[in-house]
């Protein structure tokens, strides 16, 4: 069990925190918005990892730098966190680079 | 080609979702423009932090695929089907995140919040208001 996989996830999540929190681009501005837009990103990457699944084109492995815990069949704690992860970093970039061409306009 | 028929209607759902965010982003003059920009800014970046960290995934052995569920064509070691997930996220995003913000009222609750204006009038004053 090593939870390298785990940390470098939370640790990047925990960047793109501090970066909305310093720039306010997304939770920090806009909490409900941010959380709905997370929620049905994940509804919608955890749906499409399960139909790989049970078509057999995502498999498990056994990695050294991963827990091995499993929240179901193939699909392990990690990729939870990355889906999490993806969807929010997604967010943070729309939010930035919106930012950067609203402060552009005003130049 | 299992990997890319299955990838087919989220791809599809995506798109809905990024046409119906253009077409609300399209009600305000100059903002398709700031739209289409921040979604390909955002695609471009995915993209290439796919093709970096996919293939750091796939060599940590993380997970592989199905030998007969994929085409075969691979960048490196993750495989082409991969970069649906990067290209899906900012389409639904994009939209979602257009969709979700309230409609232009005039009101917008971050200025009442002066103190903090203060430091931060030129970054937190830009764009559209918000209403959480």
Known sequence: MALIYLASLAASTGCMVLLDYRYRLAFFRA????????????????????VGISLGVFRHLDSVWASGILLAPEFPLEELFFLTFLTYLTLILLAGAQRLIDARGRR | MTYL??????????????????????????????????YAVTTAALLGLTAVFDNVMMAAGFFDYGREQISGARFILMPLEDFFYPIAAAFLLAGLWQFLQPSRSGHDPERKDSAHAATHRFLSDQGEPEHD
């Open chain 2, 5 to 38: 028929l299955m990838s087919l209607p989220f791809l599809g759902v995506s798109l809905v979702v990024f046409f119906i965010g253009l077409v609300r982003a399209a009600r305000v003059r100059g903002k398709a423009r700031r739209y289409l920009v921040s």
């Open chain 1, 31 to 50: 909490p409900v918005r941010t959380l709905v837009a997370l929620l049905a990103g994940l509804v919608f990457f955890i749906t499409w990892d399960a």
